[in-house]
């Protein structure tokens, strides 16, 4: 595939109140030192998962990661009238019939035994949704089988299943997996390149963490006032900040991914922009609510290398005299863009434009659009069908 584009770079910035939306192992808040002081940080896994997730929806396809691919197939089987001990039967040896290792879940109740049938592949399988179907079908085709064979009991019982026919389904991908790769080295060649690269969000500016105390009142002790106090109390960690946050799309590692289909690749990549530009972690939602949208977003075509503008903040961002931390990260990343044009030059750009909230012109970052729709929509058109003219436009 032709194209003289090779890379599509999103900055945004974007300012979060009061949340926590991305909690390390003791529920506190993500933080990194950058610039000799601390900021909020949300790791690119965590955002890459709600990208991921509206990515999907934008799509319509939807993939699949879990250790329980066996389970899926057991209760697929059950829906389609099948007994529900020769559905597990038939799941435990469509888990067990792939190179991957397995081993048996423990019974809650005796958790030195092993159960029969509840098989757990030691990696986490990748694959679309519609490849439990896929792998329900093949066990119907070998049913009879099935209903002879002995159960998996452990991790050195053989399943009747065709392997090579397992793994062929282990192996398809859909939009999701050619554009955020999948990881399976278990099964040969069902690794898959991601297309993208996520960087983990950080505040433009230091940050402190605060601690917020909370109890709950009893209904029914507030009700009969029998006694002072709370039936519960507790404490958790929130920051608020304004961050910034970059990702890039390979479009060449794309293409590879999908093949010589030009509709495909225009509709994968606007659906990673508009996820990225518009997702949201959700953790504490319920709390927070912290639904807020990027105060900008910057788009860079590139014919050379992929360019992140994290340096622009090594030196925290100072407020506003009037507060705020948005409008001098706004700022701060034009110019820093501009003085990086300058430094590399512009011939490895093919357009370079921006939207948001900000009534002034930011000429570091290209042309203005009037909303994301139309920024994402110039972008592609510029990296799937222009020829470089040595500058943005």
């Keep these: 595939m032709n194209m003289p584009a090779r890379f599509i770079d999103i900055h945004i910035i974007q300012s979060v109140p009061f949340a926590n939306l991305n909690r390390d192992d003791t529920n506190s808040v993500k933080t990194v030192q950058y610039g000799n002081v601390l900021r909020t940080r949300v790791s690119s896994q965590s955002w890459k998962r709600a990208v991921r997730s509206v990515f999907e929806d934008r799509i319509g396809q939807a993939a699949l990661r879990t250790r329980r691919i066996g389970e899926r197939v057991t209760r697929l089987l059950e829906d389609r009238g099948w007994p529900l001990d020769l559905a597990q039967r038939a799941g435990a040896h469509t888990a067990a019939a792939s190179s991957i290792k397995f081993e048996l879940a423990k019974d809650p109740k005796e958790p030195k035994q092993a159960l029969a049938n509840k098989v757990l592949t030691n990696a986490m399988v990748y694959v679309p949704e519609t490849a439990v179907a896929a792998l329900a079908d ?15 009991k452990k991790p050195a019982d053989k399943s009747i299943l065709p392997a090579d026919k397992v793994e062929a389904v282990l192996r398809t991908r859909n939009g999701v997996i050619n554009v955020f790769g999948r990881m399976l080295a278990e099964v040969d060649n069902a690794g898959v390149d991601g297309a993208v690269q996520v960087a983990h969000a950080l505040t433009t500016h230091e940050t402190d963490v605060e601690l917020d105390y909370f109890s709950a009142v009893d209904d029914v002790t507030a009700t009969w006032n029998d006694q002072s106090g709370s039936g519960h109390m507790g404490h958790t960690e929130f920051s608020a900040g304004t961050f910034y946050r970059y990702a890039t799309i390979d479009l060449r590692d794309l293409a590879h991914n999908i093949g010589d289909n030009p509709d495909e690749l225009r509709e994968l990549t606007a659906a990673f922009l508009s996820a990225f530009t518009l997702s949201l972690p959700q953790a504490k939602k319920n709390a927070t609510a912290p ?77 203005r659009h009037t909303g994301f729709d139309a920024l994402i929509d110039t972008a592609l058109t510029k990296a799937l069908t222009a020829q470089p003219v040595g500058g943005a436009a």
């Design 291 to 367: 639904h807020t949208i990027p105060d900008l977003a910057h788009i860079s075509v590139r014919t050379d290398r992929p360019l992140s503008y994290a340096a622009a903040f090594e030196s925290p961002v100072t407020a506003a005299g009037q507060g705020g931390y948005a409008g001098p990260s706004r700022t701060t990343l034009s110019d820093y863009a501009d003085a990086a044009n300058r430094l590399l030059g512009t011939s490895g750009i093919l357009h370079a434009g921006w939207a948001g909230i900000d009534a002034k012109d930011l000429d570091g970052l290209g042309t």
């Design 138 to 152: 093949l066990a119907e085709e070998h049913r009879d089988a099935l209903e002879t064979a002995k159960d998996i």
